[in-house]
């Protein structure tokens, strides 16, 4: 499969409308895309949709300190990794995660096409742009 200028794949996060009668990062979850892709229905309607990966709020308010919410990757009981198909209509915009860093040394290794593999909290960056800031405070 051809990637962008070859390089590693690219699953960018993003938030989701999930519950319209709340308001702010209440009323939306974070995933991380794996596809986008079609299909159609036996009646030809067609709908758009993506494979995501659901990420779990850690609290219900922002963190004290940073004023960011955090999110850590969401595991279904026996410890698989919880996907979802979701349409695309349901996709807000984009999101910015930032590693919780521990006390601990940061391998060398870890760059940003795998520290969403690597680190088990995250803060979504309300600072990242305008939109976000109003989206995630």
């Keep these: 499969m051809p990637s962008w200028h070859q390089g590693p794949a690219r699953y960018?996060?993003?938030f989701v409308s999930t519950d319209d009668t709340r308001e702010g990062m209440l009323s939306m979850d974070v995933a991380q895309v794996h596809c986008f892709f079609s299909l159609v229905h036996t009646n030809g309607r067609m709908f758009q949709c993506a494979l995501v990966r659901w990420f779990d709020r850690i609290a219900d308010e922002p963190d004290e300190l940073t004023g960011?919410?955090?999110?850590a990757p969401s595991f279904l009981e026996d410890g698989s990794p919880h996907h979802a198909v979701i349409h695309i209509d349901s996709i807000v915009r984009s999101a910015h995660l930032?590693?919780?860093f521990g006390s601990e040394y940061v391998s060398p290794y870890v760059n940003c096409h795998n520290s969403l593999e690597v680190f088990r909290g995250f803060y979504v960056?309300?600072?990242?742009?305008?939109?976000?800031?109003?989206?995630?405070?």
């Design 98 to 100: 930032l590693p919780i």
């Design 12 to 14: 960018d996060c993003i």
């Design 68 to 71: 960011m919410w955090m999110v």
């Design 125 to 137: 960056n309300r600072f990242a742009d305008h939109h976000a800031f109003e989206l995630a405070s």
